[in-house]
């Protein structure tokens, strides 16, 4: 064939071992696949945003991309039904001698469907206006079976406080209101996989992440979360939404963006068990890692102790303490004081340099 460039890739005996592997051909990468007693062979990078196809799966005739679920054709490199103007490259294949050769001259085109933006991945800028505050209640309990919740309860007393006394815009989400998916750990498999927005929210219009993508990203300037203690730790739906959270610090190692700016975060951690501190510590890492600022004594709380089981007794004293909601208000106070000089720019934006981690920015384009 004029002009062909066939490179061995291979014993065919060993190569049939595999349904689906990737094979690098100098700067090539390939998803070679061996199905119904015969090689295909596509391009290793996925169109989307460069998932590795070699190390993904088999659907049937399809390559399934291991990053995002994006699928190929194994043979004609074309996207599956309703995507197929999206499609890899696809290589000419022989064999000779018991050995597998791929000639890279005959690369068919890549093409790319054109992706519409998503409507989170738009410019981050502030609306002009008061301070907003929004409040993120991660209590759980039966919808249709409503209790007592003493985060909750001061966690409205603040946003109260804010809208009443403050003249301020407020917004409270609460986080068992919301039907959303658990983080499917994109970044384990790389970096680059756990993009903004979430690829689950990108995926799936019914996920509700969004809403609290969209009010932590581009509304609010006051993130107030309340939390009860669950043996020891925050709720499991706060620890359900930070993980899905991942991909907003993530985009300050891979790609040097900052989403979170001029942002305060404070807390509200009630309980009828102990750990106050260990609790505190986790939401303020979480926190200061994506970007937030902290007012001072950036948190309240309240527990009974690890010895005291009575929930009632320790329902009674949050709900007659005026200690705490005084407590409560001032914490939205400081908060939104801090936001105030972010916002106004008394408090200088600093160039970010994270020790340990070397931001870098993404390629454009996949390679072949």
Same mark, same amino acid.
């Given at each position: ?258 989403? *979170?700016?001029?942002?305060?975060? +404070? ?11 260990? &609790?505190? $510590? =986790? /939401? ?39 200690? *705490?909601?005084?407590?409560?208000? +001032? ?11 972010? &916002?106004? $720019? =008394? /408090? ?21």
């Amino acid at each position: 064939m004029p002009g062909s460039n066939w490179i061995d890739i291979g014993s065919v005996e060993e190569l049939k071992r595999k349904p689906l592997q990737e094979v690098v051909c100098g700067q090539t990468k390939l998803a070679l696949s061996y199905k119904d007693g015969a090689f295909a062979a596509i391009s290793g990078v996925c169109n989307h945003i460069g998932g590795l196809l070699g190390e993904g799966r088999l659907d049937g005739d399809y390559v399934v991309c291991p990053w995002h679920y994006w699928k190929f054709h194994h043979r004609t490199g074309q996207g599956e039904p309703g995507y197929e103007t999206d499609q890899v490259p696809s290589y000419a294949l022989k064999i000779e001698i018991d050995r597998l050769y791929v000639d890279l001259t005959s690369a068919t085109q890549r093409k790319k469907q054109p992706q519409k933006s998503h409507p989170l991945a738009r410019p981050i800028v502030r609306a002009e206006g008061p301070i907003r505050v929004l409040g993120i209640a991660t209590t759980a309990m039966t919808a249709d079976q409503p209790r007592y919740s003493a985060s909750d309860a001061l966690l409205e007393v603040a946003v109260a406080h804010a809208r009443e006394q403050l003249q301020l815009e407020t917004h409270i989400i609460k986080l068992r209101d919301l039907s959303f998916r658990p983080c499917e750990g994109f970044y384990s498999k790389a970096a680059e996989a756990c993009t903004w927005p979430c690829s689950i929210t990108q995926m799936d219009p019914t996920d509700q992440m969004d809403r609290v993508y969209e009010a932590i990203v581009h509304w609010a300037d006051v993130i107030l979360v309340s939390t009860p203690i669950r043996w020891g730790g925050a709720s499991s739906l706060y620890y359900k939404m930070i993980e899905r959270m991942n991909c907003i610090q993530n985009q300050e190692t891979i790609a040097n963006k900052h989403l *979170l700016k001029n942002k305060v975060a +404070a807390f509200i951690i009630m309980g009828g068990q102990d750990n106050v501190q260990g &609790v505190a $510590g =986790q /939401l303020m890492t979480f926190f200061a890692e994506v970007g937030c600022q902290f007012p001072q004594f950036p948190f309240i709380a309240h527990s009974r102790g690890w010895s005291a089981e009575d929930m009632e007794r320790n329902n009674s004293e949050v709900k007659n303490s005026q200690e *705490l909601r005084e407590g409560a208000q +001032a914490l939205v106070a400081r908060a939104v004081d801090m936001a105030r000089l972010m &916002v106004e $720019g =008394q /408090l200088p934006a600093q160039p970010l340099a994270r020790g340990g981690r070397k931001a870098h920015q993404l390629d454009s384009e996949p390679t072949r």
